[in-house]
């Protein structure tokens, strides 16, 4: 058996059973310790001898690692599938173009209706002025 394979093996055993953080922590933990132990002058089917199986270590790491680490394949598709819908912060297209749209109707109607009320405003405050004044006379 090569690296590759003995990696390869350790993944596929590992996958679906815990959260890719912890397969990619063991992948790298063999590795350097593979490459590690060559430098020394062992050869790499000593090291993997050594080692053993890799779908034994692979149960071990399953057995020891935390439950809230584990994640089952369909678990981390739905994280997945729900992240994305929840995407916060993230709003489409057609929503910011129909908020800018409400808005400018909003701000035009606010406009025009202050346009058209300002003249009846103003006679309606002279009228009250005009009122007052005739009313502190008598």
């Known amino acids: ?6 990696l390869g093996d350790l993944r ?13 922590d063991n992948l790298n933990y063999y590795e350097n310790f ?3 132990e060559i430098r020394k002058g062992r050869s790499e089917d ?6 053993g199986n890799p779908r034994l270590i692979a149960k071990t790491v399953i057995d020891t690692t935390d439950s809230s680490n584990r994640r ?14 929840e995407s916060p912060g993230v709003w489409p297209w057609w929503l ?7 808005v400018m109707i909003a701000i035009f109607l606010i406009i025009n209706i ?15 002025f ?9």
């Open 12 to 24: 596929s055993a590992l996958s679906g059973s815990v959260s890719a953080d912890v397969i990619n």
């Open 96 to 102: 910011i173009v129909l908020v800018i749209f409400i």
């Open 114 to 128: 202050t346009f058209y009320l300002l003249p009846v405003i103003l006679v309606l405050v002279l009228a009250g």
């Open 1 to 6: 058996m090569s690296k590759e394979e003995f």
């Open 72 to 85: 089952t394949v369909e678990e981390n598709r739905a994280e997945d599938d729900r992240v994305s819908e």
């Open 130 to 138: 005009i009122v007052k004044l005739f009313r502190n006379r008598s």
């Open 34 to 36: 593979i490459n590690t």
């Open 46 to 51: 000593e090291v993997l001898d050594s080692l």
